[in-house]
């Protein structure tokens, strides 16, 4: 058990939170925790938008309707944003942790005469501002020259979106992650009408990249993690997951024992061409035990000899492995991320020191909750 999860279970610690309203530049306007009634907090582990939450607020005295008069008493517009932080408090002393920082996605007010009038907020990611939800439509286009760094290119993309006017506050945050030496070996026009998701999502293709705005909503720009070269952070035993349930996958629809990729012609009249064959005499998936299934793969973004086949070599693993996943109710942990690996030990579901990957978590805006992971493993066949 780590040490957090042995001071949640303490009987002299208090499960607390925070929450700041913000403007569009993400300085804090006011501390509005005591006003909160309720809510959540969620993460996913995937490209782009990966946090929501959702808030109810006491809205007794009409204080956090959403209202752009400003001589009003609202104090809240679609140019606010929310941060939320989750934590412990122990012995009159609380350490809290970002859970991410919001924008107003949907607003629901319910005035009452008998009960308490309440705002709740339906919050969105950062990136939904770069990704059509909210805005993102790029209006003039520009060009990623051939040969641009990787890293720069998405600095590229991100100061466009600042220049025209979508308050992702770039400026002030930067970006994070590591600057790699790769580059885009080709030119980018970006077109009036896509999405700077869109953009970003294609740099990314190139290296096999991932971008998302972290707890703290800053940028990052980081390699596509690894599961089996990442080290476990986390160790949740019996005691400390409350139920589980597993659900193993096998979808034979999806088996490849043959993959085969193919690049564009770069106007040299080369096309570089790779097929991964499993003909491992151990495997029970080899060609010659259930015949070839095969796949075939066009990659317009593949520069390389080495780009093809490591391209073939990784989508044959991919398909040629179960997936397991399992539903954890346990104490709320804030200081844990998705994409993260931990080891899951439940008897009952037949888990035993399982290296498992976060793909969600859940965690509730109230004392006494009890916070969801999702978490999954692949089992090579």
Not at 28 to 47: L, N, P
Not at 283 to 304: A, C, K, P
Request: hydrophobic share 40%; glycine share 6%.
């Amino acid at each position: 058990m780590s040490d957090y999860l042995i001071e949640a279970r303490s009987s002299i610690s208090t499960f607390v939170i925070k929450v700041e309203l913000l403007d569009k530049d993400e300085n804090v306007i006011r501390e509005i925790t005591d006003a909160i009634i309720g809510g959540d907090v969620s993460r996913d582990f995937q490209i782009g938008s990966r946090a929501s939450a959702n808030l109810t607020i006491d809205n007794g005295e009409g204080d956090y309707s959403l209202d752009p008069n400003t001589t009003a008493t609202s104090k809240v517009w679609l140019d606010n944003k929310f941060r939320v932080y989750t934590g412990l408090e122990i012995n009159g002393v609380s350490t809290f942790f970002s859970q991410g920082i919001f924008v107003i996605g949907e607003y629901n007010e319910v005035t009452s005469t008998s009960t308490t009038s309440t705002a709740s907020y339906t919050l969105w990611d950062k990136f939904s501002l770069l990704d059509g939800t909210r805005s993102g439509v790029i209006v003039n286009s520009f060009i990623i020259p051939n040969g641009t760094n990787a890293s720069q290119a998405v600095r590229i993309v991100l100061q466009h979106a600042q220049d025209e006017k979508i308050p992702i506050a770039y400026d002030v945050k930067g970006l994070i992650g590591v600057n790699t030496t790769e580059t885009i070996q080709k030119e980018i026009y970006v077109d009036a009408g896509r999405t700077y998701f869109d953009v970003l999502n294609e740099i990314c293709r190139f290296i096999n990249y991932t971008i998302f705005f972290d707890k703290n909503g800053y940028p990052n720009f980081v390699p596509v993690s690894v599961p089996e070269d990442e080290a476990s952070i986390l160790e949740l035993g019996e005691d400390d997951i409350l139920v589980a349930n597993v659900d193993k996958r096998f979808l034979v629809k999806d088996i490849r024992n043959s993959v085969r990729t193919t690049s564009d012609d770069w106007g040299n009249g080369v096309i570089y061409d790779f097929t991964a064959e499993n003909n491992e005499p151990t495997s029970e998936l080899r060609i010659d035990r259930i015949g070839l299934i095969s796949e075939y793969l066009y990659n317009d973004l593949l520069s390389t000899e080495t780009q093809a086949e490591d391209t073939a070599e990784y989508f044959l693993d991919l398909h040629s492995r179960v997936l397991e996943s399992a539903n954890l109710t346990i104490l709320p942990l804030d200081n844990i991320d998705e994409g993260e690996i931990i080891e899951v030990t439940k008897s009952a579901v037949g888990l035993d020191a399982a290296r498992m990957q976060i793909n969600q978590i859940n965690i509730p805006l109230f004392k006494r909750g009890t916070a969801t992971i999702n978490a999954s493993r692949t089992v090579k066949l």
